[in-house]
T-cell receptor, first 113, second 115 residues
Framework: QKEVEQDPGPLSVPEGAIVSLNCTYS??????FMWYRQYSRKGPELLMY????GNKEDGRFTAQVDKSSKYISLFIRDSQPSDSATYLCAMQDSGGSNYKLTFGKGTLLTVNP | EAGVTQFPSHSVIEKGQTVTLRCDPI?????LYWYRRVMGKEIKFLLH????????ESGMPNNRFLAERTGGTYSTLKVQPAELEDSGVYFC?????????????FGPGTRLLVL
């Protein structure tokens, strides 16, 4: 079983739609949850970071973590064409190698004008 | 402030040849990481430097891969001899600290194709 599962998509939505991106994970030691955004031919850049369970909001983006279900989500409200990118979930555990990021495969999102 | 830079952006080599990838981290970042994404798979951790010391190379696939960070500044990742399965995108990242939740800043990657 993979440590992190993420539907690779692709996902195509019209401008203004609400987008929901999700990951599930199997490692109970994961405590830190991130969402990275990667534009074509660029490196991943950190979008949102959440510790343990709960919600975090930043503008049009909301990250949710449900540790009981081992499920994390990223919601994008009022999606824009500039949001078109690959979205990667990533996690860190609380152990000795806590700097190590464990990634999902990424979901390719296209927002159509 | 300049971000993480990587060179070359692309490399096409034949099986059995040697390739050296370079990463320049953000100035002042003691922590440097190498990750790799092979086609159809997740980005996976290769190793972690703190200054010039290798802290964790648990993700290195085999002894054909050699990473160095002389002087604690830029890092190189050498693949010798390259095999077909080494094809992929090699990312470098850096951070100021190695704490949980510390932002790792990624470079644009080097796309390696082994023929």
């Amino acid at each position: 079983q993979k440590e992190v599962e993420q539907d690779p998509g692709p996902l195509s939505v019209p401008e203004g739609a609400i987008v929901s991106l999700n990951c599930t994970y199997s490692n109970s030691a994961f405590q830190y949850f991130m969402w990275y955004r990667q534009y074509s031919r660029k490196g991943p850049e950190l979008l949102m970071y959440t510790y343990s369970s709960g919600n975090k909001e930043d503008g049009r983006f909301t990250a949710q973590v449900d540790k009981s279900s081992k499920y994390i989500s990223l919601f994008i409200r009022d999606s824009q064409p500039s949001d078109s990118a690959t979205y990667l979930c990533a996690m860190q555990d609380s152990g000795g190698s806590n700097y190590k990021l464990t990634f999902g495969k990424g979901t390719l999102l296209t927002v159509n004008p | 402030e300049a971000g993480v830079t990587q060179f070359p952006s692309h490399s096409v080599i034949e099986k059995g040849q040697t390739v050296t990838l370079r990463c320049d981290p953000i100035s002042g970042h003691d922590n440097l990481y190498w990750y790799r994404r092979v086609m159809g798979k997740e980005i996976k951790f290769l190793l972690h430097f703190v200054k010039e010391s290798k802290q964790d190379e648990s993700g290195m696939p085999n002894n054909r891969f050699l990473a160095e960070r002389t002087g604690g500044t830029y890092s190189t990742l050498k693949v010798q001899p390259a095999e077909l399965e080494d094809s992929g995108v090699y990312f470098c990242a850096s951070s100021q600290n190695a704490d949980r939740g510390e932002t790792q800043y990624f470079g644009p990657g080097t796309r390696l194709l082994v023929l």
